[in-house]
């Protein structure tokens, strides 16, 4: 058994965003060595822990809240974690996952699944329907982060750099709030 | 310090701590701008008329409980004018927050990305989120016009366009239509831009535009049609006989 103190707990969630922001954060290149060594990565989509554990201190999110289990995960991640950042446009103002808001639910799975569902070959019943098993319901609109539980930080950005992400992450360990708007803006 | 004329037509008043002098008729956003101090605004602009709605050159004025829009107040003798507080941080910051919220300005795919007035403001005065609901109205997109284009999505109304449409040009193709968030702007008579009659091709209200509501065709992805007309004439332009 180890008698070193125990590290920060860090967790990256992905919730409905492109990955990006996680590329992003696979930019940090040769400091993620230095991470390493600084924190305990115990849950993103880089690790393998299915369960997100108790006692986080830091938990980046990526994407917009779009369906029930984001909204389950956010709420899960939320009392389980310290602090919350919501890392990027799509966890902070909806970004692209957002621009399905302007039709109704209805409209998107027609268009999505039945009138861009292949033709039918000849003689066969047309195929298109809609998924239903295994597949979490979407909500009505998809919201940014703070709209479903309190966020401590924000981080515009599609996505933001690596440099904002280092800032981040060194601020917040280093036990003060990060200064990012010089580095990173909606669209960055 | 400015040395303080004796003509009567002059002023003194007070900026941020600065003791000015400015002429009688100068409103206080020419004074500020005269002497290096920044008002962020977003519809007004230095020879267009005065349309004072985006209300970000709100500032105080020592005695008045109210804001004042610097765009549209004269200044008057000894007025003691502050342009920038916690107090007013917070209004400016509400109102990019509100502009955000209202319709739909998804930076990160948007042609002025990077080259929009509201993207950089939101930046310069620290807003890093909407702490009002996105309200995520379906809105339209003009495509009808050959060469520009609006996009209702990105529009904060500050009619720069419009002004800039009516009192520069001369040709007054645009204007607004209804009221509150109803509002839009139109061409002529509420007709596709394509359809105008009045618009002169001259472009001053895509190049005015703050942001990317008005835009030349030709910058979304697969748009750029080649000018190939002169193709055929390559010979003769090359001043070949044969």
Redesign the interface.
Known sequence: MSTTPAKPKLATVWLDGCSGCHMSLLDLDERLLILAEKVEVVYSPAVDPKEFPEGVDITLIEGAVSSEEDRHKAQLIRARSRLVV?LG?CA?????P??R???EKDELFQRAYVENADAPAAGEARRARLPVLGVPALCP?A??V??VIP?DL???G?PPSAEAIWLVLTELLAGRMPQ??ELT???A | MKAVSATAASLTLNIDGQDLSCRAGETILEVARENGIAIPTLCWLEGLSLWGGCRLCLVEIAGSPKLHAACATVCTEGLHVTTNSPRLTHYRRMIVEMLLSERNHVCSVCVSNGHCELQSLAQKLGVDHVSLPYRFPKLTVDNSHDLFRMDHNRCILCTRCVRVCAEVEGAHTKDVKGRGILAAIIQDLDQPWGDSKTCTNCGKCVNICPTGALTHRGTAVGEMVKKQEFLPYLTLMRGCGK
């Open positions: 919501s446009d902070v103002t909806a970004n692209v957002g621009m808001n302007y039709f609109r919201t940014p703070h709209e966020v924000f981080v515009p599609c990012v708007a803006r909606f669209g």
